[in-house]
Nanobody, 123 residues
Framework: QVQLVESGGGLVQAGGSLRLSCAAS????????MGWFRQAPGKEREFVAL????????SYADSVKGRFTISRDNTKNTVYLQMNSLKPEDTAVYYC????????????????WGQGTQVTVSS
């Protein structure tokens, strides 16, 4: 069983930056691809970014490409999401998740989830 705890959310003005962290415990972190997802009120949870278990490859949703960067430190069992040039439409609860080694953008295929951290971008 893997436990995930997100941190780093908050309120920021449009154009600003935030860095989210997700600390893992209770399992072998390097066995999992890690993903970030978000969910706005009344909307389905959507894929944001993923990074494979080794950290050598990443993938992003088109809506965040060029603005967000996912990274991981397997020595610290932590995955990060650097978010720059934030827009009001980025407002959501952001979740990290641990998933299969074969990466997928489908949230339904991820095994473990954090509790989420709120990101609010004001215009």
């Amino acid at each position: 069983q893997v436990q995930l705890v997100e941190s780093g959310g908050g309120l920021v003005q449009a154009g600003g930056s935030l860095r989210l962290s997700c600390a893992a415990s209770g399992g072998t972190f390097s066995n999992y691809a890690m993903g970030w997802f978000r969910q706005a009120p009344g909307k389905e949870r959507e894929f944001v970014a993923l990074i494979i278990s080794s950290g050598d490859s990443t993938s992003y949703a088109d809506s965040v490409k060029g603005r967000f960067t996912i990274s991981r430190d397997n020595t610290k069992n932590t995955v990060y999401l650097q978010m720059n040039s934030l827009k009001p439409e980025d407002t959501a609860v952001y979740y990290c998740a641990a998933g299969p080694k074969v990466p997928t953008t489908s949230y339904r295929r991820y095994y473990y989830w954090g509790q989420g951290t709120q990101v609010t971008v004001s215009s």
